[in-house]
C-alpha cells in the first residue's frame, strides 16, 4: 500500500515558498543543443523515426549554406583585393631605376611591407609586368626575405617561366642556383620548355648530363622522359635520339620513350627516319603502339598535302593496312587524324563517311572529332548540318567552350552567313559563356560591312552593359552591299561624224521626195 504524507510545517512552507519566488525571477534557460548520437550499429533495432528526417536537420543544413556563401563571397574579395595588389606592385617594377631616388627593395618595403606574399600574387604580378625585366629578381630577393614567406619549387618555376620566356637565361640561373635543394620537377619542366622555345636543343642536351651538380636536380628515368618529350614536341629529335643513345648504358630506354621519338621525327617531317627507328625498335624487340603509328599516319597525311593531295586516301591505307598487319588497334586518334587531314584539303563529304565508320572498329568520338566535323561543315557553307553535329556532340556529353563558339563565328563571318553566325552567338551566351571583346569586334564589324548598323549598335549597348571595354572604330561598309540608287543618267548630246550626218541628210531628204507622190488608193474590196 501507498503510504501516507505527513503535512508540512510552517518553517518548511516559508522555505518553499522562498525558493520557488527566486526560480520566477530568474532568467529562462536557452534550449540545450540537440545531441547527435552515432547511427546504432545493430540493423536489427529501429531506429527512431525523427532522427534522420529534414525537420531535425534543417537547422544543420542552413548553416552549412551560410557558412558556403560566406567563404564564396570573401573568396571573391580576397581574389579582388589580390588584383589590386598586383597592378600596384606591377607599377612598382616597371618604373625607371633612374628615375627613382630609392631602390626597389627599399620602395616596396615601404609600400607593401603590411601585404602577406602568396604564390598566386606572385604569378599576378608577373604575368602583368612582361616588361620589368631584372626588375623581377629583385621583386624575387625582397618577397624572399620576407619572414612570413618560404618560396617553394612552384615559386621558383615562375620565375624561371618569367625569364626564359625573354630568354635572359642568365638569370634564370641565379633563381635556380639560390634555390638549390629546394626547386624539383616543376622548375626543370619550366626551363626545359624556355629552351627548347628558344631553339636551343644543344643546351638542353648538355643540361641531362649536368642537372645534379649545377642545380640538385635528380637525374632519373622521369627527368630523361621530360626532356626528350620536350625536344620531340618541337621536332628537335636528332638530339632527343643522341641523348637516349648516349646514356642508354645509364637508362635503357622503354616503349614510351621509341614512341617519343617516332613521333619527333614525324613532327620534323622526316618519315625515312621514323622508319628506320621503328624498324631497329623492331628488331631490338620493341613494339611499335598505336601512338607512334598515328604520329606516322599524319606525318603522310602532311606530306601529301604539301606535294600532292590527291594521294592522300591511297597513302594513308598503306599506314593503316600496315597497322592491321602488326595487329596495332586504331583508336580515335587514328580516325581524328584521317578527319582532320580530309577537312584541311575540302573533303568534307569522305570525312563524313569515314565519321559514320568509326563504330565498326569500336571507336567512338571525342570533342575533337566533332570540333573538326562542325568547322569544316560550315566551311563549306553547310550549316544546318554543322548544327545538327553540334547536338550531337552536346548529346554525346561534350561542351562547347568559348574558343570554339569563337573559331565557329569567325568562319561564319568569313563566309558571309552573319545571320547564322548571330544565331550561333546566341548558343554560345546560352551555354554561359561570357562574349569578349573579339567577340563583339568581329560581329559588330561584319555587320557594319552589311550595313546593318541598327544591330551593331544593339551589340555595342549590350557590350557596355556587360562591361566589355570594346571601343567604336570606323567600320568600313562592304561596297558588295551597299544599295544603290536608281537614277537616271541624263543623255549627253554626241557630235555627229561627217559620214553620220550625211546619212542623216539623205534620210531627210528622201522623205521629202516621198512625200510628194501620190499614194494609191486601196482597192474596195469586191462582195460575192
Given at each position: 500500500m501507498r503510504k501516507p504524507t505527513l503535512p508540512l510545517t510552517p518553517l518548511q512552507l516559508r522555505k518553499l515558498l522562498c525558493c520557488f519566488s527566486a526560480q520566477l525571477h530568474q532568467p529562462p534557460l536557452p534550449p540545450p543543443p540537440p545531441l547527435l548520437r552515432p547511427f546504432p550499429a545493430s540493423t536489427s533495432t529501429v531506429s527512431s523515426p525523427h532522427f534522420f528526417s529534414p525537420r531535425h536537420s534543417s537547422f544543420r543544413l542552413f548553416s552549412s549554406l551560410t557558412n558556403d556563401s560566406g567563404s564564396f563571397n570573401n573568396a571573391e574579395k580576397n581574389e579582388e583585393e589580390n588584383k589590386n595588389v598586383a597592378q600596384d606592385l606591377s607599377a612598382e617594377l616597371l618604373k625607371t631605376p633612374d628615375e627613382e631616388p630609392l631602390p626597389l627593395p627599399q620602395r616596396l618595403d615601404?609600400?607593401?611591407?603590411?601585404?602577406?606574399?602568396t604564390p598566386a600574387l606572385i604569378l599576378a604580378t608577373?604575368?602583368?609586368?612582361?616588361d620589368a625585366g631584372r626588375a623581377a629578381l629583385d621583386f624575387f630577393k625582397w618577397a624572399k626575405s620576407k619572414p612570413d614567406f618560404?618560396?617553394?619549387?612552384?615559386?621558383?618555376?615562375?620565375?624561371?617561366d618569367y625569364f626564359g620566356r625573354r630568354k635572359d637565361f642568365k638569370a634564370a640561373h641565379e633563381v635556380l642556383v639560390d634555390g638549390c635543394g629546394e626547386v624539383g620537377i616543376k622548375c626543370l619542366e619550366a626551363l626545359v620548355d624556355r629552351l627548347v622555345r628558344a631553339g636551343r636543343p644543344t643546351h638542353v642536351a648538355a643540361l641531362f648530363d649536368r642537372m645534379e651538380e649545377d642545380y640538385r636536380f635528380s637525374r632519373n628515368v622521369d627527368s630523361l622522359k621530360l626532356i626528350v618529350s620536350s625536344l620531340c614536341e618541337r621536332g628537335y629529335a636528332s638530339y632527343a635520339e643522341k641523348m637516349v643513345k648516349s646514356s642508354a648504358s645509364e637508362f635503357f630506354p622503354d616503349e614510351y620513350i621509341c614512341d617519343t621519338l617516332i613521333d619527333g621525327w614525324c613532327v620534323a617531317g622526316k618519315l625515312d627516319e621514323a622508319k628506320r627507328l621503328a624498324d631497329e625498335m623492331y628488331r631490338g624487340g620493341f613494339e611499335i603502339g598505336t601512338y607512334a603509328y598515328n604520329?606516322?599516319?599524319?606525318c603522310v597525311c602532311r606530306l601529301c598535302r604539301e606535294k600532292d593531295p590527291f594521294i592522300l586516301q591511297s597513302e594513308a591505307e598503306k599506314v593503316l593496312i600496315q597497322m592491321e598487319r602488326k595487329g596495332v588497334p586504331r583508336d580515335v586518334e587514328t580516325f581524328n587524324v584521317l578527319i582532320t587531314n580530309l577537312c584541311k584539303i575540302r573533303k568534307t563529304e569522305d570525312a563524313m563517311k569515314l565519321f559514320s565508320r568509326m563504330g565498326e572498329w569500336g571507336c567512338y568520338p571525342n570533342d575533337t572529332t566533332f570540333l573538326v566535323l562542325i568547322k569544316s561543315l560550315y566551311q563549306a557553307a553547310r550549316v544546318g548540318e554543322g548544327d545538327e553535329m553540334m547536338d550531337r556532340m552536346r548529346s554525346a556529353g561534350y561542351a562547347v567552350d568559348k574558343k570554339s563558339y569563337y573559331e565557329f563565328l569567325k568562319i561564319l563571318c568569313g563566309i558571309e552567313r552573319i545571320d547564322h553566325a548571330m544565331s550561333v552567338f546566341a548558343k554560345m551566351k546560352e551555354d554561359g559563356h561570357e562574349p569578349g571583346i573579339k567577340t563583339y569586334d568581329l560581329l559588330m564589324g561584319k555587320l557594319c560591312a552589311h550595313g546593318r548598323l541598327d544591330k551593331a549598335n544593339v551589340l555595342y549597348k549590350e557590350a557596355e552593359s556587360n562591361s566589355v571595354p570594346v571601343e567604336p572604330k570606323a567600320y568600313k561598309v562592304d561596297p558588295r552591299f551597299v544599295k544603290k540608287k536608281a537614277t537616271t543618267a541624263k543623255k549627253e548630246k554626241k557630235r555627229e561624224t561627217l559620214p553620220e550626218k550625211m546619212a542623216r541628210k539623205r534620210k531627210r531628204l528622201k522623205k521629202i521626195r516621198l512625200s510628194f507622190v501620190?499614194?494609191?488608193?486601196?482597192?474596195t474590196r469586191r462582195s460575192y
Open positions: 615601404l609600400s607593401f611591407s603590411h601585404i602577406a606574399i608577373l604575368n602583368i609586368s612582361p618560404h618560396p617553394g619549387d612552384e615559386v621558383y618555376s615562375y620565375f624561371v604520329a606516322m599516319l599524319d501620190k499614194k494609191p488608193k486601196r482597192a
